[in-house]
Structures are given as structure tokens and as C-alpha cells.
């Protein structure tokens, strides 16, 4: 053991002189190409100016001397734009406005058991039965207000607080999507409409605002009109979307009086509901317009510079 200690030893003085040896040959070597690099940067005015923005930190100097990729990275670092709050801010503080309101408002008459005593979910089967959207299921889907009716599969789902509710509020939105499965048996033209433009609308929401953001980015009015083209298909979805909302909203409230599941004292809390939920859709429409219009805006002031 001692004599084989004393070979590694050895050995890795050997190694230590060897590598110092190599070290001082790479210090060596580094030497002499900064002196190179001095004689060269002498003579060429553009390596020049790169040493004259190391030592000043100037974004303008950097965005003139640095490749695409790292003068791509200071513009998405350093581009903002004050205008897009004027157009963000508004549609943001009214959707904020019209989730609170609406949950609120779901709350309170929530609070409220309806006469009758029906469920959410007996309401709407009741309601699809009578006004001739036989086929359709109810079924229960979890989830706080995660009530739909989804067309292509004819199922009408009810979060469980509306589904098992006997509230002023389940019975509300219950038939509120009993409202969309009768449009759907009825063929009402803005909901067959809307179904033609999820896809596309979907496609927009996502894509537009990547296309239009590097329009802005590379300079590109041609890329900022085609952002504006796809999300365009995203505005005329929520604009749609009022109309066969509403009209959901009417249906319900008159079937509910009609078959007598609520009476006249009971209409303005069942309304109250609906008008708060039909909020949500209003304010989302606003935010998808301002932010078209501010593509729209931004594209037009680009094609000005040209």
C-alpha cells in the first residue's frame, strides 16, 4: 500500500508538471491572440465599434451590431407599447366586473328555493320534453357554472349545483341551456351559424395574437393584417354568440312561466340570473373588438410609415 501510495504520488506530481506545462502553453497561446485581435480591431472599424458598445451598454448600438436572433431578443425585452393598455384595461375591467357580478349574483338566489320545488335537472328534461328537443341528455358535469349544451353530441350538462339545486338560480340556468337544445330541435339560424365558426374562431384566438406580435416585432404590416384576418374570425364568433345567448335567456324565462315551474313573484330572481350570466358574453365580445381595433390601428400607422 505505501509503496503503490508513493507511485501515485509520484505520478500526480508528474501529472501537475505536465499540466502546467499545458497551461502555460494555453496562457501563452491566449496572448497571443488578444494581441492579434488588438492589431486586427486596429485596422477594422467594425470590430471597433463592437468594442465601444461593450463598454457603454447602448441598446441602439446593440440592435445595430447584433445578429438577428439576439437583436430579435432585445426588441421582445424591450418593445411596449402604452397604447395597447388603453385598449387591454377597458374590456379587462369589465370582465372582471361581469365574473364577479355574475357569481354573485348566482350566489344569492342560490339562496332562494323555488315554489314548486323542481331540480335543476327535472326542469330541463321537463323543459326539452314539451318544447320538442327529444334525444337530448342531461347529464351532470362537475365544475362551478360549467353548464353547456353541447350540439354535436346532444347532451346538456349541468354543473351539480344546478343539477340537484331547487335554487331561483339552478332553475334559471338550467333552462337557460334547455334554451340552447330547443334553438338547436328549431334550427335557429344564429346557432347554426355559430356552430360554423367555432373551429376557425378557435384557430384565430390562438394564432392571431402570435402573428399579429411578430408583425410588430420584424416591422411586417402584411403580417399584422393577416393577425388581423384570423382573430377577425374570432370577433365575429362572440358577436354571434349575443344573439343566440339572449335568445336562450327569453326562451327560458317564458318556459319556466309557462309550464308553471315558477310563478310571477319568482320571474325577476330567475331574470336577474340570466341578465348577469349574459354579462360575461357582452364583456367578452368588447375585449375581443378593442383588441381587433387595435390591430387594426397598429397595421394602419405601419402601412403610414411605408
Not at 328537443?133 to 349545483?161: K, N
Amino acid at each position: 500500500m505505501i509503496a503503490r501510495g508513493g507511485w501515485l504520488s509520484d505520478r500526480s506530481g508528474w501529472l501537475s508538471d505536465r499540466g502546467a506545462a499545458a497551461l502555460g502553453r494555453g496562457s501563452a497561446a491566449a496572448h497571443k491572440a488578444k494581441c492579434a485581435k488588438k492589431q486586427r480591431s486596429a485596422r477594422d472599424p467594425v470590430l471597433l465599434d463592437r468594442q465601444k458598445f461593450a463598454s457603454t451598454s447602448s441598446v441602439n448600438a446593440a440592435l445595430s451590431l447584433a445578429p438577428w436572433p439576439r437583436r430579435l431578443k432585445f426588441l421582445i425585452v424591450f418593445h411596449f407599447d402604452p397604447l395597447y393598455l388603453a385598449f387591454l384595461v377597458p374590456g379587462m375591467l369589465l370582465s372582471f366586473w361581469a365574473s364577479a357580478r355574475v357569481k354573485s349574483t348566482f350566489n344569492k338566489y342560490s339562496q332562494v328555493a323555488s315554489r314548486r320545488g323542481w331540480t335543476g335537472a327535472a326542469a330541463a328534461r321537463e323543459l326539452i320534453r314539451q318544447r320538442g328537443a327529444d334525444g337530448v341528455r342531461v347529464e351532470e358535469t362537475p365544475g362551478f357554472l360549467s353548464d353547456h349544451y353541447d350540439p354535436s353530441a346532444r347532451v346538456l350538462r349541468l354543473s351539480p349545483d344546478v343539477f340537484h339545486g331547487r335554487s331561483l338560480a339552478a332553475l334559471g340556468v338550467a333552462a337557460h341551456e334547455a334554451g340552447h337544445a330547443i334553438q338547436h330541435a328549431k334550427k335557429y339560424g344564429p346557432l347554426s351559424f355559430r356552430s360554423l365558426v367555432v373551429k376557425p374562431a378557435m384557430i384565430g384566438s390562438n394564432l392571431a395574437p402570435i402573428i399579429a406580435t411578430a408583425g410588430f416585432f420584424l416591422q411586417s404590416a402584411n403580417l399584422v393584417w393577416l393577425g388581423v384576418i384570423t382573430f377577425s374570425a374570432f370577433v365575429l364568433f362572440t358577436l354571434v354568440t349575443l344573439p343566440v345567448e339572449f335568445d336562450a335567456s327569453n326562451r327560458a324565462v317564458a318556459a319556466l312561466q309557462e309550464t308553471g315551474m315558477i310563478d310571477a313573484a319568482e320571474v325577476p330572481g330567475a331574470r336577474a340570473v340570466l341578465r348577469a350570466a349574459a354579462m360575461t358574453y357582452v364583456a367578452s365580445a368588447v375585449s375581443a373588438i378593442l383588441q381587433l381595433l387595435y390591430f387594426v390601428l397598429r397595421a394602419n400607422s405601419m402601412n403610414d410609415r411605408d
